[in-house]
């Protein structure tokens, strides 16, 4: 197949009251006839059938106590109490009674009939379950309609409300309260398969740009390599990538072609490795992280072995590794890129099942500051993610929304790479709307 991306190339009128000259003959009076309506004729038959044989019974029942009390006082006295209770049940009865047809009788006058509480099953839509084929060189195209924009994190409630289907019970790091960066925008796009928010931060004086995304299978996780094969000379900018791609979320990867370091693993197939001191971050078909840390893969055949057994589709060789299993990870040396100085940082973040965070720190509008790779940690650790793996920052890193650079890269503007890693609709093109 060939493969060539998109970069490369009204009211009625009263009618008047008529005067008879004529008079009319004279007619005998006559009780006019009254019409039964139907709350009538409800209400007669109620009667009838129930209350009319209740109150018979009732009297019958007074009655025969007042014989009883006349003609045998002692064993009237004893039963008083049982008779009494049993009155008191019948009155009971009567009043449900006529509650019941004093319901009736409204319903049946205001024409309406009585509905239950819908239940979960019948509010619920059935949503059908979309994969993207493996094969698939780019996604189906994002519904437009499904993007939105709000200026406030709390004109965003109905918009969490409608995504709670495809949340199934995990919290979002993104709030209602999240004090975003001034000046910013919330970005999100919801559809039957994937619902993604971005927004902008600041801490430590860093503008923070986060991506949160929660897709409903593991196939619209993916990666992309610039014209589509591993190992082309070619390289684009993330904002072209991610529109050849169809990408509703894309972030800038770890430009493989520029260093040598770390496990490359692409469709499954281990490509090339120098495992001595990088960290490697794998992720599986499920859309799980996983790492392996310096020395422990050094050939090829060590990362097919590894990529064998965990089922792995592919990796990203940059580092370090940030956060393991909810864990903060502390580094006072790596040997690839500046950890101890102030520089332009990007992160994957796993938050819970099919559930990610993509976030990059840069300088921004008098925010002035970068931070080490410590204090990047800090505060995507504070985020609660599970997992986080540091990816190529600088000039590289970028996140990218409905084909539109959302932060400010080191330099104000995008390098070309040579990869990039995206989150996709997997719903056909021209399938449902958001929620």
Known sequence: ???KPKYAASSRKRQPDVIHTRPEPERKASRPKREQSRAG?????????ILAPVCAFATGKLLMDMVETVGRPKTAAVSNIQNMEALDDFDAYVEKAIS??????????LG????TEPTQEETEPVRQHYTIPDDALVAPKPNPSCYGQV??????????????WILDGQQTYFQTNQQIYEDSCIRYYLDDSIFAVTWQEVHDDSVYTFSE??????SQFRRHLADGTYGSDTQYLTT???ETVNAVVASSGDFYRFRNFGAVVYQGQAKRVEGTYAETCYIDRNGDMHFTRGGEVLKVQDVQTYVDEHDINFSLAFGPILVDNYELQEHTWYGVGEITEGYARAALCQMDTLHYLVAVANIDKGHNSVPTVAQFAKNIAATGCRMAYCLDGGQTGAIVMNNI???RPAKGEQRKISDIIYFATAVPEGGTDNG
């Open 405 to 407: 650079l959302i932060n």
């Open 151 to 164: 200026d406030s994190p709390v004109e965003m409630e109905p918009i969490l409300k409608q995504a709670k």
């Open 213 to 218: 995304i929660k897709v409903a299978d593991a």
């Open 1 to 3: 197949m060939g493969y």
């Open 100 to 109: 019941l047809a004093d319901s009736g009788l409204k319903v049946s006058h």
């Open 112 to 115: 309406l009939t009585e509905q």
């Open 240 to 242: 072209e990538m991610a």
């Open 41 to 49: 004729r409800i209400f007669q038959i109620i009667l009838t059938v």
